[in-house]
């Protein structure tokens, strides 16, 4: 999107679809613009909801207001039971975006239950709002013109060469041509860091991330799971497996799970998925790659992801390598376990937090970064060709449930027998109909020991 532009001619409509033109990775399917005196919003398609109809850019009624979004609003039908007054023209879960604008102005961002980033114009007065999901799950970018335009894009290659600086847009924020800024949409228990004190409950625990799990089930073509093998993807793919057949999408395309693995051969990480998809009964596709094929892929990753991290590139290869196999088998949408060892505490280095409290302000501040890093990959990797990732660990309301635990919960306590991340174990860990296999937590546990 380019709002304020000082050209107005043919060549800078040209240029600005010329721009869009490189995010088609992400939206291969479908491509739209609307130009209004000297606004633009440009949008490449990724049809995943209503793909028939959905087309962006997004209208009102009476096309006064223009949306274009990247993401999904899971919980769109909800919100449109309270907008009755409204003419809906699209089964997209997106449109409900520029009713809601209607209807509350700009103070709707936070009804959205999704992942999303979005630019919004009101031609009525020209005002605009641009704004980014609560984690910063999509991705989002804001530049400056030297004509005093502000420019958005979902990837930084579309401003690099037309703006004259840019900035990563902050998660759980809006921006407001009206106010003139930024402003934290997102405000959270957790966001100040103090130290919650709810008592641990496996239950509940269990039943906000089968809800989260269940209601990223929205689609209307084809997906599956990515699984590793480890704890945390395996839980996700153990809960789709459970739910898949009462969902919608098990009516359009079957009730038989596919999950997707990838590594080089003989590597533990396939060997503990298979054993996992056997227990589940998923339709599973091992795929391999060579140490040579990912060096050679390393600059086509660092275009796409637009980072020099090392681990986020060194993470990003296979998952990059994974989606174009994943895409050529026609599946377009995909879940992942992407937050829980930032919500958790899941990482090795968390077995040395001296207190609780350290605990959980460092889980803060991992969830708060998620975007620059874990949310950057599964999103880029993935997106590079025109695959959708989504992660039911980072719902807003699984958030809200794990971190207001007391996070002694989440302190590996090796004299009662807690391992990292014990608090999802425990709350899965259903004897009369397991989740996932009993394998690999004896070897943990020692591997912590040793550490």
């Known amino acids: 999107a380019v709002l304020g532009v000082g050209d107005v001619s043919l060549a800078k409509r040209s240029r600005i679809i010329e721009l869009s033109r490189r995010l088609r990775h992400r939206g291969p399917d479908w491509s739209g613009i609307h130009s209004f005196e000297d606004c633009y919003l440009a949008h490449q398609r990724l049809a995943i909801v209503d793909p028939t109809s959905g087309d962006q850019p997004l209208y009102n009624e009476d096309k006064t207001v223009v949306v274009t979004v990247n993401g999904e609003i899971y919980n769109h039908e909800e919100l449109k039971a309270k907008l009755k007054s409204h003419q809906f023209q699209t089964g997209s879960d997106c449109e409900v975006i520029a009713h809601l604008y209607e209807e509350y102005g700009e103070e709707f961002v936070d009804m959205l239950d999704g992942m999303f980033s979005f630019v919004l114009l009101d031609t009525r007065d020209k005002s605009f709002i641009a704004a980014r999901d609560a984690i910063g799950i999509c991705p989002l970018y804001m530049g400056w013109g030297l004509d005093g335009s502000v420019w958005f894009s979902s990837e930084m290659k579309a401003l690099s060469d037309d703006c004259e600086r840019f900035i990563s847009f902050p998660p759980g924020h809006l921006y407001s041509s009206k106010a003139g800024g930024l402003r934290r949409w997102y405000n959270p228990p957790w966001f100040s860091e103090s130290i919650p004190s709810t008592p641990y409950d496996p239950v509940l625990i269990r039943e906000s991330f089968e809800k989260a799990v269940i209601k990223r089930l929205m689609t209307d073509v084809p997906f599956g799971v990515l699984l590793s093998g480890g704890l945390d993807s395996s839980l996700v793919a153990s809960v789709v497996s459970r739910h898949l057949a ?49 060096i050679d892929a390393l600059e086509e990753v660092i275009y796409h992801i637009e980072t020099y991290d090392v681990t986020t590139i060194r993470a990003s290869t296979p998952m990059f390598l994974m989606s174009r196999k994943i895409k050529s088998l026609g599946v377009k949408m995909v879940l992942s376990g992407e937050g829980s060892d930032e919500i958790f505490g899941g990482y090795l280095y968390f077995h040395k937090a001296p207190n609780k409290k350290e605990l959980h302000e460092e889980t803060c501040r991992k969830i708060k970064a998620l975007h620059l890093y874990d949310c950057l990959r599964a999103n880029k990797a993935t997106s590079a060709w025109g695959l959708e990732a989504r992660v039911p660990f980072l719902d807003k309301s699984f958030i809200n449930v794990a971190m207001d635990l007391d996070p002694e919960c989440k302190m590996i306590r090796r004299d009662l027998g807690r391992i990292e991340k014990w608090v999802l174990r425990n709350a899965f860990d259903d004897e009369e109909k397991p989740y996932l296999p009993k394998v690999g937590e004896v070897h943990l546990f020692i591997v912590l020991y040793l550490l």
């Open 246 to 294: 009462e969902a919608k999408v098990a009516r359009q395309w079957g009730n038989q799970l596919h999950t997707f693995c990838i590594g080089l051969k003989g590597s533990p990480d396939l060997k503990a998925a298979k054993e996992v998809a056997d227990y589940l009964g998923t339709v599973h596709h091992e795929l391999h790659f060579t140490v040579q094929e990912g």
